[in-house]
Structure formats: C-alpha cells, structure tokens
C-alpha cells in the first residue's frame, strides 16, 4: 500500500510503498476514502522540516533541551548518533480520515466489513491507503453524512473539546481569535450553542467566511471593528469567553484576550501561540486560563487509545471517543456546515505536490482533502449493494371482476390536505365508485370529509373498516411513517390497495409489505406515482417514439423551502424529504426510460437537503435527479430533459411539453391547470378494481422505484454508486 511520508532531516516528501497494516485484536483495518491535511498543524510541521539544524533547533527548544541532557549522561557521540537516527527516518503526516472497515479484530462487535467509519489519531489515521485503528479512536459515521465531510472528525472533535473547556452558556458572548480551520469551527459550535460570536483574524476572506458561518462580527485583531463590536454586544463589560485558535510566534492573541475579556472570563488556549501572559492584565480581572488538550480525555492515555478501555460515562462523560461520535452527529443535523471548509480536493497520489503548492502558497486552503482510490481488483467486492426484494405471489396477477353495474366501493385512511385536494375531488360523483367509509384519528376531520365528499360513514375504527366485505379498495392518505404498516394490514385483510408515495421508509418495512403479498396471494397495490400518467407527458413519449440506444435524462425538482413546523421535516419519525417525495421522480424517469435502474448514486452538501441523484439503467441510460430547496419560488418546480438518438424531450413544470427531431413538436396551448395525473391514475386504479385485471404499474416496478428511492440513503452514506441487486 501507499503512504505519505517525510524524512524531518532532510524535509523531503513522498508517497513511499509500504506493507500493509496487520489487523490487530482491538480494532479495526480500514481503506481511506479521504483523509484531512491539517493545514495548520501539518504545514507547521512540514515547514520545520525544510529548516536548518540550526532552526529546527530555535523552533523546538523543548527537543533541545532533551538533547543536552541526553548529552550530560550518554555523551555527545552516543547522542549524536541517536538524534541523526531519528531525524534521517520517515515519519507520518496525517490525523483526521474517514474510510470504509476491510477488516474487523478480534474483540469487536460494533461495526462489520463495509461499514463508513471517520478515524482519528496521529498514528493510527494517516494519510494512508490502509491504516489500523483501535476501538476508542473510531466511530461509526451517520446516515446521510457525507465521507469528506465526515473526514473532519478529529478536527472537529478538537474544536468541541476546546468549547466543552470555555463552558459556554446560553446568551454569552465569545471571541475567537485565529479563524483558520479550527477557528471557524470554534465558531459554528458556539453558535450552535446559543452564544453570540465575534472573531479576529488578519485574513479578510477568513473573516467573510466566519460571518458566512454564523459570526455576528469579524475584523483584523488590531482593528477597532473588533473591540467596537465587543463592547456593543456586551454593554461594555467583555467577552464571557476567548477562544485562541491562532498559531505563531506573537503574543497579539493573548494580549488581546486580556484586553477584551470580561472581569473573571475565561481565557481557553486551543491553538498554538505564543503565551507570555501579561500578569498585571490577567492579574486584575482575574482571567481563567484554560488549555484544550486535543480531542478530548482519552488523549495520550495508551490504556485508554491503545488497549480500548474506556472511561465510565458517569466519570467522564465526553471522553475522545465520545466527542468524535457528537461532532459527526452534528454535521449529520447541519448543525455544523463544513463544506464551505473544503478549499481543495486532491487525489491520494498527488500528495507530494499539494504539500508543495500548500508550503509555497500557491494553493490557500482552510482545508484540503486527499481522495483515496478504490483498487480495481476490489471495487466490485467492496460496492455497495442493495437487494430488491423479489415479488412472490401465491395466486394470478388479477381478482374477480366486479358485478355489472355495482359501484366499486372506496375507504381512505386519512383525510389530510393531499387526499381532499388531489384525490378525493377526482372520485367524488364519479360514475361507479361509491366512496363507504373514512377513517380518520380525529372524530371532527372524518365529519368534514364525510359533509364534503359524501362518504357513507365516517369513523375512526380502522379494524371495523378492513373487515367489512363491502369494502372493494381502501385509500392509505396518511403520515409517511404510517404507509407501509397499513398497506400490509389492507392486504391481508384482501383489499385492493392505493398507497400515497412512499411505500415504504426501511428495506424491513419494504419486505414487510412483500410479506403480506406472500402470505394472502393479494397482490393489489399501486403507489401513488401519478406523474406517468400526466396527459402532456404521454403525448410527449409517444411523439418522441422508441429509441435504439442509450438515453440521458435530466430532472429538476425546484422543491422550495418548507414551512416551519411542518410534518415534513420531522425526518426522525417521517424521513428525509426525498424519501417521501423522490419515488415520484424516480418512477417517472424508469417510465420514460422502460426500464428499472441498476444502480444508485447520490451526493449531498452536509444537513442540506439539496442532492443531486445519478441512476444508471441496463443499457447505460442515465438519468440525473436535482432535488433542489433553495432555488427560487417562482421557477418551475419541475422541468425534465430527454436525449436519445438525436431526439430531444422537453417538459416544462407540466404546463408545455416540445420534442425536437426530424420534425419538431410543441403542445399547441397553455392548460388551464397543471395536469400532474392524478384524475387518469385514479381511473386507472377504479377500472383495475372494477374488471379484475392488472393493477396500472406492475408490482414489481413499484418495489424497485421503492428500493432505488432507498438506495440514496446508503449511496449518501458511502459516498459510491449502490449497485441495485434482484434477489433470487
């Protein structure tokens, strides 16, 4: 395997071939997907490299004095040669990575092979291709949270011990001096806690970015901007809290510190600066001066890093481990934003000539990243996949028709705003339905549906519902979290079943429903993915006509922001917005394409729910999701593109729909209204119930819209394509 690697005698950098770590018992072996270059710590340390002897000597007076003292009791020669033996070796670069587990030690049963993990450690999460990592400096990496974002756990977790060390308090104002990557990370945490935050730094575009972030105020720290917006924050008192998160050899920081601290703050050293105190400043206000020690209690204890015993939860509550686990889960929350961090990304194998371009200058980074690579030979072991649940039935894809002239008789489970809105007023008077029952939680939604629509009863007895015979088809129109349970139980009671989307939010709530199918042969289901069956989208299809080769598809979801306090965003119990909403794209794209995808890519900025969707097809069509929030209100929500054999589709927001080939067509009006098909997919529905014949979309086209729908989750988790695998 590669490693980065520097000899401290002569400076040089390389990327040296090494072998491969062992895995040990205690831990765990694991392949880097990126790993983080300090741009403060390392560069400082790649720096004192390239000096002479004399000024590595001036730069680590702490080394010279263990170097006289060795002296007065080995000898100078004897010295001599163990100090040249130690700087003409390689040492390692590198803290801070995330990486997939290749292999799980002895003693280990809290993550398996394939799991995302964020490492860190200076010997133990190197800038390297393998690296073994003991039990307390790993954690598993959440759902949705990127892989280069989850790199950022060990700088992450120096910053929050460094936060944890000043005991900020709801309301108090903080300082943080040096906005580099540990300052800005200062100042998003603090933030994140209630506290109010004005930040010094020379670098005015470091200053932007932390107000980006979530700084009040930001300026030079010799600047009157600075105290001017201390003392308009606190009334002229002081900050509650400095934070010194600069490096280098003046002591602005801490006199600084003394200057705009408040009688007996707290002075918190996270950095590495210089640290003359001015007795007489710190003296009078009686400043708390505190250091930050890395990660956090853990640090430096081998007992605790290396042999994986742990410190008890009610002794020490946020030790090393425990901070890593709390940074990632606040990225995974957008709490914290580090993607505006991310200056530069560069592949593993051109380490040398990033820390070269960083060393010059000529690269200004906050942050950069190396991606790692996956080995040819092991990428198609290590993909991730996804098993789509093979569809068993026990009885014929059809049900006995319904007696002539009889009415097909509907029940909806809910009667929220979708199901008055879009689908009820479609079924409402239709010939041959007759809506019998709703069945609501509240007793007064059930009465008004029941007054607007004419249901025959309305109640809130689901059970009394799916056991009456007189019942043909029931409606599920509730919260996401509730679809795939009511489905089940619709089924095995041998009801038809309309789901609104989605069908499912877990592969166990998916087999769950495939389960009930199993199990009574009823295999009546559609979901409601209405979009296929819009009028001008059809139209569309059939003057675009078939094609021969492969297709690429272009969709954007202009999805808007939503409203504070909806259901929508309670992605604990409900899950995540495209969750809910992305089947409908998903099955739309497969319809045009005539085909299911077989493979999943995903990508997201971290707590956004902004991500693009790259689904692959059995014959290399492509097509490409933009689910979008922060677009405009007032552009289309959605617009599709389609491209095959030199024929173009184009569909705007369901309102004009073109083709362009050998004769170009346009739909000849504007609609009255958007036509998104519903009215047709509930016909549809009706008739399929009514003659006993195939349900509108083929079950299993439903199951792999569900599961490609679920794929982005594990493709965002992984940060690579999730392969789309039928079971056998």
């Known amino acids: 395997m590669k490693q980065v690697v520097q000899n401290y005698k002569s400076g040089e950098l390389s990327v040296l071939e090494v072998p491969v770590p062992g895995c040990k018992p205690g831990g765990v072996l694991v392949r880097s997907v990126y790993s983080l270059i300090s741009t403060g710590t390392e560069m400082m340390k790649v720096s004192e490299a390239g000096m002479s002897m004399v000024g590595k000597a001036r730069s680590r007076p702490d080394q010279v004095a263990k170097v006289m003292q060795s002296v007065a009791v080995n000898g100078l020669p004897a010295t001599y040669r163990k100090v040249m033996g130690k700087l003409d070796s390689y040492t390692p670069l590198g803290y801070s ?112 970015l932390a107000e980006r972030l979530g700084a ?58 210089r640290l003359d105190l001015p007795w007489n400043a710190y003296y009078e206000k009686e400043l708390d001066v505190r250091f930050s020690r890395s990660y956090g209690p853990g640090r430096y204890d081998p007992a605790y890093e290396l042999e994986g015993r742990d410190y008890p939860i009610g002794y020490v509550r946020w030790t090393e481990r425990r901070n890593l686990a709390c940074f990632l889960d606040l990225m ?112 007064l939604s059930g009465a008004n549906a029941q007054r607007k629509f004419g249901f025959a009863r309305a109640t809130t007895d689901l059970d009394a519902v799916l056991g009456d015979p007189a019942v043909d088809a029931v409606f599920v129109v509730t919260r996401h979290s509730s679809h795939a349970e009511l489905t089940r139980r619709a089924l095995l009671a041998g009801k038809a079943v309309f789901v609104e989307k989605p069908l499912a939010l877990t592969g166990d709530e998916l087999a769950g429903v495939l389960a009930a199918v199993a199990e009574s042969g009823n295999d009546r289901l559609q979901v409601g993915f209405n979009r296929r069956f819009a009028p001008l989208l059809r139209e569309a299809k059939a003057r675009f006509g078939a094609r021969s080769g492969p297709a690429s598809l272009r969709y954007l979801v202009n999805a808007g922001r939503l409203q504070h306090g909806s259901w929508y965003l309670q992605q604990g119990t409900e899950g995540s917005r495209f969750a809910g909403e992305g089947g409908h794209f998903i099955d739309t794209a497969s319809w045009l394409l005539g085909a299911d995808p077989v493979s999943v890519y995903a990508v997201a900025a971290a707590g956004n729910e902004d991500l693009q969707v790259v689904l692959r097809y059995p014959d290399d069509s492509t097509a490409t999701l933009s689910y979008v929030t922060a677009g405009a209100p007032g552009f289309p929500k959605e617009t599709l593109d389609l491209v095959a054999d030199g024929k173009v589709l184009k569909l705007d927001d369901f309102v004009r729909a073109s083709v362009y080939g050998k004769k170009r067509w346009v739909s000849s009006r504007l609609p009255k209204a958007r036509d998104k098909g519903q009215s047709a997919e509930l016909a549809a529905f009706v008739r399929a119930v009514r003659t006993g014949g195939p349900m509108p979309v083929p079950l299993e086209s439903l199951v792999a819209t569900t599961a490609a729908t679920l794929a982005v989750q594990s493709a965002l988790a992984g940060g690579a394509p999730v392969a789309l695998a039928r079971s056998l």
């Open 97 to 208: 990575l995330c990486g997939v587990v290749e292999q799980v030690g002895a003693g280990i049963d809290d993550v398996k092979v394939g799991d995302l993990v964020a490492c860190a450690g200076n010997e133990h999460a190197l800038h390297a291709e393998l690296n073994w990592v003991p039990k307390n400096l790993y954690t598993p990496v959440p759902d949705g949270l990127a892989p280069q974002h989850a790199a950022f756990g060990t700088v992450g977790s120096i910053a929050l011990q460094g936060v944890r060390q000043g005991e900020p308090q709801l309301g108090e104002v903080a300082l943080v001096i040096g906005l580099g990557l540990i300052g800005q990370l200062v100042v998003q945490l603090l933030t994140a806690a209630g506290v109010r935050v004005v930040g010094a730094d020379p670098d005015p575009s470091r200053c932007e």
């Open 216 to 273: 009040v105020a930001c300026g030079d720290p010799g600047s009157v901007a600075v105290e001017t917006a201390v003392a308009e924050l606190t009334g002229g008192h002081g900050v509650d809290q400095v934070y010194l998160a600069a490096g280098g050899g003046s002591n602005q920081p801490v006199e600084l510190a003394a200057r705009l601290a408040r009688d007996r703050g707290r002075v918190v050293d996270i950095g590495k600066c």
């Open 332 to 443: 995974a929350r957008g709490r914290v934003d580090v993607g505006p961090l991310v200056s530069h990304v560069a592949d593993f194998e051109d380490a040398v000539e990033t820390y070269r371009r960083l060393k010059d200058g000529e690269l200004k980074a906050v942050t950069a990243l190396f991606r790692y690579p996956v080995p040819e030979a092991e990428a198609e072991r290590q993909a991730p996949e996804v098993v789509v649940p093979e569809v068993r039935r026990t009885a014929p894809a059809s049900a006995p028709a319904r007696p002539s002239g009889s009415p097909v008789r509907l029940a909806f489970v809910g009667a929220g705003n979708y199901a008055t809105s879009m689908l009820l007023p479609h079924l409402a008077g239709r010939e041959g339905v007759a809506l019998s029952a709703v069945v609501t939680t509240t007793a």
